[in-house]
């Protein structure tokens, strides 16, 4: 236990350190300024080519899901994210000493052995991959379905929607997304950062008030048409569990018969079956599963 409690207090004084130098400190790969930056290239590009063009610049929850977008993005990480992460790592390597193992031993690939470009692409999409069947458990799952049930109670679409979730959420991707990611060990911060910088711009286009589908590209890269749907409040009778789950790319839904976009999508309903007694602010929204016993999912 003291080790854990080293990696506790370690943990969120590193984080601490680092979240202070991004704010203080401007580097290519800073993640604080790299948030700001793209949040306000894509809403830039809202209000030059907006899709809805009666949509209020200023939308509904507008401020909310600012809020949520610093909050998942920076203080959930000091809060709970690092610790849990680290402490995930290093119970993982102790039941592989346990049986006489080492992560070493099941490493399928080596990213650094490979040329930069395609360590970077299997990367991409490995990490994409799993995502999308992470994603598609959200939504199976009726446990996990009342935590993701905060991402689609946005009822008017913009950037910033694409950071509103349950803090639950990045524990559940992450946990699922540690054994892949330890199984092709090699990635470096540059990697990390190009792949994450690109999901979260992706991210920010596919809740966009923009009416795009990048043309041919629309078969391998989710977008704003086709994400629209996703959050659709009446879903197709043979795909009540949701459609369009892709996190970057829209490649797995058209592989796995998981595509829908029947027609233009700008106007449709948005939200789920008994989004109207879901809560309005945070504090609430944060409570919810635990204060609810509902097990459908709509």
Known sequence: MEKYFEIFKNSY?????????????????????GLILVSLIVWGLELLFPWRKDQKVF?????????????????????????L?????????DVLSLLGLKLA?????????????LGLLIFFLITDF???????LLHYSPFLWNFHKLHHS??????????RYHWMEPIVYKSILYIPLAIIGGFNVESVAIVHFSALAIGHLNHANLGWDYGFLKYFFNNPKMHIWHHAKVLPKHAQYGVNFGISLSVWDYLFKTNHIPHDGRDIELGFDGDEKFPDDFVRQTLYPVKTKERKIS
């Not at 031993?105 to 470009?117: H, I, K, M, R, S």
């Not at 799993?130 to 598609?136: A, L, Y």
């Open 105 to 117: 031993n099941f490493q399928l690939l080596d990213l650094d052995a490979l040329p930069f470009g």
């Open 130 to 136: 799993v995502q999308w069947n992470t994603h598609r």
């Open 154 to 163: 946005v009822k008017e679409m913009g950037f910033a929607a694409h950071l």
């Open 13 to 33: 004084h590193g984080y601490f350190n680092y979240l202070w130098k991004e704010i203080t400190y401007f580097h290519w790969e800073n993640y604080f300024y």
């Open 59 to 83: 939308r509904k929850d507008f401020w909310l899901d600012t809020f949520y977008m610093f909050f998942n993005f920076f203080l959930l990480n000091l809060i709970v994210l690092i610790f």
């Open 85 to 93: 992460s680290n402490a995930t790592a290093e119970l993982f390597n």
